[in-house]
């Protein structure tokens, strides 16, 4: 089993996000979504080791990374971890907002992006429904304590992950119950981008894997179309059985399609 580095790296505003290194490799930088934290990506630093250098982070307030205390932006933050702790261009592997924050860091630093891994990602620039936003009238209105948040995500939401899929359901709870500043509320202190990624996905050049479980919101396919769309080197995957989290729900499934497209990834262009 290789060697698990860590270290807590110092971003603007004087917090510090906390990162874990492992294996030899091409580098492969993994961000999480906006409710789980890096350990949401146990099978892959584990299995993906092998042949890259594999690089998870908590995003502010998440996990052991500090609680925003100034402004801040995430797609920064990202960058940050890319030109600090790997040897640049990364593979950049993101879920759900993470998904989001690994194509801006690609539009606003192509320097440090070597191919994106965007796994149910959203894109700035496109909407979402009522449906999405209060999940299908699902989600109860008003604050929530960390409790009830936690039921929410890993009991009632329908498209989070699979409903059958219980032992997934049982690891998001847990991380949550290990985690309940995950749910804090921190976007007031996030800076929004200055520029929509929707309308400059064409500008994107390296080789992208979308992947999305077929049981995610119809909001998220939607997202997923339209960056296939606009990424000449896209490709789009739905992983059946999983939801929002197909590398926690059918880790060994979404590893061996990742491997693939990453073995791949330097054959010709797509025309």
Known sequence: MSVVETCRLPVDGGDAVFCEVRGQGPPLVLTHDFILHRESWDAQFEALSGAYRVVRWDRRGYGRSDRPSAPYASDDDLARVVASVTEPPAILMGCSNGGLLSLQCALAHPELVAALVLVGPVVSGLGFTEHFTSRGGRRPGGDLTAAEEI???????????APANTRARDRMRALLMANPNNLRPKEHLERAFETPALPRLGQTAVPTLII???????DVHAHCGAIEAGIRRAT?????????LPHVETPGEFNT???????????????
């Not at 789009?236 to 929002?244: A, M, N």
């Not at 399609?257 to 054959?267: K, P, S």
């Open 236 to 244: 789009r995957l739905v992983l059946p059985g999983s939801g929002h």
């Open 257 to 271: 399609a990742v491997l693939g497209f990453l073995t791949a990834r330097q054959g010709p262009e797509r025309g």
């Open 212 to 218: 999305a479980g077929e049981h995610d919101i119809p």
């Open 151 to 161: 039921e929410y995500w890993s009991s009632t939401d329908p498209w989070f992950t």
